[in-house]
């Protein structure tokens, strides 16, 4: 998976742009050979999001497991929600909040030092 973008976040259009059925090769090729983490994440979109192209079109590389697909399915899912999560009055004395702050879970974790800052 490519580090720089998020295959997830590309939408139909553009996929087809580059890999649809009138889409220019020559543009294809250009972005494959000068911005080859784009072209990778656009064609993981275009495969696992839109299912434009098959699976078998992707490299080796690039292909995602199935643990892969339901971990990126369930960690977009959950900052879709990221509900507030109340703290416990107890909690809150130990941080220095006022008593029922609301905090996301990534605030939570870092508060607790499971996450770096």
């Given at each position: ?89 107890e909690l809150a004395d130990r941080l220095g909040v006022p008593w029922g702050t609301r ?15």
């Open positions: 998976m490519s580090s720089k973008y998020d295959y997830a976040k590309f939408s139909r259009a553009e996929c087809e742009e580059v890999f649809g059925p009138k889409s220019k090769s020559l543009k294809a090729a250009q972005m494959a050979k000068f911005q080859p983490d784009l072209y990778a994440a656009l064609k993981q979109s275009a495969c696992y999001t839109h299912g434009i192209i098959a699976e078998a079109m992707l490299p080796r590389a690039h292909q995602l497991t199935r643990e892969q697909l339901d971990k990126k399915a369930r960690a977009d899912a959950a900052a879709a929600q990221d509900n507030l999560i109340p703290l416990p009055n905090v996301t879970y990534e605030q939570l974790q870092k508060s607790m030092g499971k996450q770096s800052i």
